[in-house]
């Protein structure tokens, strides 16, 4: 069974914003809906029910689609440009190792 793992869950704790994964089944609906429409039966009322389980799969996969959206536009930092969360991850990472060697330094200072 294959996932997709695109549509986390924000939990905030201790003011700050926690992404916790979700996985959102996609692959299976859309081989469901490739494989109804392959399908070709000759008579018409197998036809008609092959036509209404496709269209419930579609819309099974639109609503997990439009859920997954919905999501994404939640996270922090996705309005964004590419260019400017760049920076702004070079700014975290010079902060981190700024942290890292004052704690090392503390570290061995005696009192």
Request: overall charge positive; some cysteine; hydrophobic content about 35%.
């Amino acid at each position: 069974m294959d996932f997709v793992e695109t549509k986390p869950v924000i939990a905030n704790i201790s003011g700050e914003p926690k992404i916790q994964p979700v996985e959102i089944e996609i692959l299976p609906v859309v081989y469901d809906i490739i494989r109804s429409i392959e399908k070709d039966p000759v008579d018409n009322t197998a036809k008609q029910k092959e036509s209404a389980e496709c269209s419930q799969k579609v819309l099974e996969l639109q609503r997990s689609l439009e859920a997954a959206r919905n999501t994404i536009r939640k996270l922090h930092g996705i309005e964004y440009s590419k260019e400017e969360q760049l920076r702004r991850l070079d700014s975290l990472r010079k902060q981190l190792a700024l942290k890292q060697q004052l704690i090392k330094k503390y570290k061995n200072v005696q009192f």
